[in-house]
């Protein structure tokens, strides 16, 4: 395995948003193979309860990017006078860049889980959504190798759940986990974020023991 080349993806699969290059059509077999590679993931009890929906039609896109723009926009006006810290105001600043284009980026995927986090069967949280974020995560790793960029939104609040499925004529077995703009990348140079040094966040056998 050629650890440089998979270091590089996983240091620098970014949410992208700002270079979504929306002029640039995507092909429905990129994203089919993107999917494949995806479905690669585990899930727990090997459930493979994953399921995708995914929008190039312009109508449907533009009602999901409607309804998305109107609830968030609001959250982002309200949440952006109290930002502090610089990297969260340009997280934001670029959420809001998003929103405002949402109904032009060539493909939203949405991944769904059947089922209902509520059962039945009644499964542990982190066995329900932990089937789904390893595979989403896939995805979005295999969509950077093949030059495409996305970002993990995460729209389907209770409240509106019930409207966005019934734009997407989503049974109610279905959970919808979140909405994923794709489209090929302005670009293709993207830099590792900065996080803290790893030994700080990191103990040893017993958290309090920590020096
Ligand atoms: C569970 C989860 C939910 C997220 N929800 C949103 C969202 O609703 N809207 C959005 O623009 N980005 C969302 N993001 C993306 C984060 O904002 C992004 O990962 C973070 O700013 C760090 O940027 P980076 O991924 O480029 O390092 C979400 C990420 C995760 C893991």
């Not at 996983?10 to 995806?38: G, K, M, N, Y």
């Not at 997280?91 to 949402?102: G, K, N, P």
Request: a positive charge.
């Amino acid at each position: 395995m050629d650890i440089s080349i998979t270091d590089q993806l996983l240091s620098t699969t970014r949410a992208v948003r700002r270079r979504l290059d929306l002029e640039r059509p995507v092909e429905r077999e990129v994203v089919l193979e993107c999917l494949r590679l995806a479905v690669q993931a585990p899930t727990a009890g090997n459930q493979q309860s994953w399921r995708w929906l995914v929008l190039d039609e312009p109508d449907v896109r533009a009602k999901v990017a409607d309804l998305y723009t109107r609830r968030t926009l609001p959250v982002i006006e309200r949440r952006y006078p109290r930002l502090n810290n610089p990297q969260t105001k340009r997280v934001y600043d670029s959420a809001r860049y998003l929103a405002t284009v949402l109904p032009r980026v060539p493909v939203l995927i949405v991944p769904c889980v059947a089922g209902r986090p509520e059962g039945p069967p009644v499964t542990h949280p982190a066995a329900f959504y932990g089937s789904i974020f390893p595979a989403i995560w896939n995805l979005q790793l295999a969509l950077r190798s093949r030059g495409l960029g996305s970002v993990l939104t995460t729209p389907f609040e209770t409240e509106v759940e019930r409207q966005y499925a019934d734009i997407l004529q989503l049974p109610r077995t279905m959970t919808p986990i979140a909405l994923i703009p794709v489209a090929y990348t302005i670009g293709d140079q993207f830099k590792p974020a900065e996080r803290p040094p790893i030994e700080t966040i990191t103990r040893w056998n017993h958290w309090s023991d920590a020096d």
